[in-house]
């Protein structure tokens, strides 16, 4: 038995506000599909992030609707969950994914949190926040336990674990139960395959570049999909390649050989399909940005759809370069140092929580998060939205607007 792992589509995402890049992602989304019906699987995994966000455009419905169709019509069915871009945190809403139950879809919930397909065992949890970490750890413990009674079994999950990531993960490694067959994670967008438990753990990362930092890995082994074959003692598998649907160039140059530099630049992407993106470092730079900024503009600006420059100065010093570059002190990073001047984990994980749900726009979850963290932490006190204080618990139940009329827990 053989089925298809991808995770972190991001279907509806506009990368640099660019129309083109949304449509990139749909493109590549499109082929994807192609490439599961042509593998001729039995089943198809989606470890999260189906959308960018829990209200996708109509566009990003409509995309997803035809390629499920597609693979209905071949006989494959799909099994998701929902990751943390496609979910929102209030008791009564609904993720996108659930639109689609009637088209085939298998969604899997905290409510149906597992599947049997042909004697194995589907087992997963939706994307769950650093905050709430022990009904993780909980659920996890659940589904061992019921993964015991099948001979083949998968874990589905959308989480940061710490052996693959810095800083903001919601599971250690130890934390994972070491019973399943195959761990089908989604969440980071770098290809990972490693060995764990009794069987394999598999990030099939993002299907197009969605970061900077992504460029190192998909040289590296590309971005697309994997193919999981169930027979035998342990899983094999086949990492699939998807060609993206628009070149990224990242390029170093000497402002001292700009032209020349820049010459060779624009001879290599002249013959390219679509315009690519072109990420520059410029070293040496010793005069007024703007006007070297002018200079790759009029040379570049017709080969490409963006150009994304940065400037390293003469006199730049090499440890905040080196730091820079790095990329290990963003924002995020940052905001986890300083909270950890508290010395408290649930401090550090809300936090985490809230920056990563303030980032999407989402208001409203982010006083959820803040709201819950008061209820578990401090009984008597919540959030009062209208007057930004905490005032007793004591408060009147409002039913949530939800156009669909049906509960959470009908729609899963």
Same mark, same amino acid.
């Given at each position: 038995m053989k089925f298809a792992h &991808?995770? =972190?589509?991001?279907? $509806?995402?506009? !990368?640099? $506000?660019l129309q083109e890049r949304e449509n990139d992602l749909y493109e590549v989304f499109d082929k994807i599909i192609d490439k599961i019906i042509e593998e001729d699987v039995d089943f198809v995994i989606h470890s999260g992030d189906l959308f960018e966000t829990a209200k996708p455009s109509p566009k990003a419905l409509l995309t997803f609707q035809k390629g499920l169709l597609r693979l209905k019509g071949a006989g494959i069915p799909m099994y998701? #969950?929902?990751g943390n871009h496609d979910s929102l945190l209030s008791k009564a809403a609904i993720?996108? !994914?659930? &639109?689609?139950?009637?088209?085939?879809?298998k969604v899997i919930s905290l409510i149906n949190s597992y599947y049997i397909h042909d004697g194995v065992f589907i087992g997963g949890i939706p994307h769950i926040r650093p905050s709430e970490d022990k009904k993780l750890k909980s659920a996890l413990a659940n589904l061992s336990l019921k993964a015991e009674n099948y001979d083949k079994s998968i874990l589905v999950l959308h989480q940061g674990i710490d052996k693959y990531i810095n800083v903001n993960y919601e599971l250690e490694i130890g934390d994972l139960p070491d019973n399943f067959d195959y761990y089908a994670l989604g969440h980071l967008h770098n290809y990972i395959e490693d060995d764990f438990g009794k069987g394999k753990l598999v990030y099939p990362g993002s299907p197009d570049i969605l970061r900077t930092n992504e460029y190192n890995d998909y040289v590296k082994n590309g971005k697309g999909l994997v193919i999981v074959d169930l =027979? $035998?003692?342990?899983?094999?598998?086949?990492?699939?390649?998807?060609? #993206?649907?628009r070149e990224f160039i990242n390029r170093t140059i000497d402002y001292n050989n700009l032209q020349n530099d820049l010459k060779s630049l624009k001879q290599i992407i002249e013959g390219f399909e679509k315009k690519p993106i072109v990420n520059l470092t410029i070293l040496n730079v010793d005069r007024q940005v703007k006007d070297i900024h002018e200079i790759i503009n009029s040379e570049l600006d017709d080969l490409t759809l963006m150009v994304r420059p940065i400037f390293k100065f003469n006199d730049e010093d090499d440890e905040i370069e080196l730091i820079s570059s790095s990329g290990k002190l963003g924002p995020k990073e940052l905001l986890v140092d300083k909270l950890k001047d508290f010395g408290n984990e649930n401090i550090v994980r809300l936090g985490v929580d809230l920056y990563g749900t303030l980032s999407l726009n989402r208001s409203e979850d982010a006083f959820d998060l803040a709201e819950k963290y008061f209820e578990n932490n401090f009984n008597s006190m919540v959030i009062d939205r209208d007057k930004s204080k905490t005032k007793p618990t004591e408060k009147e139940e409002k039913p949530e607007d939800n156009d669909l009329q049906i509960t959470f827990k009908e729609a899963l």
């Open positions: &991808l995770a =972190d589509s991001h279907l $509806g995402f506009r !990368q640099y $506000g998701a #969950i929902v993720p996108p !994914q659930v &639109l689609f139950k009637k088209f085939g879809l =027979d $035998g003692p342990k899983p094999n598998i086949k990492r699939i390649p998807i060609p #993206i649907s």
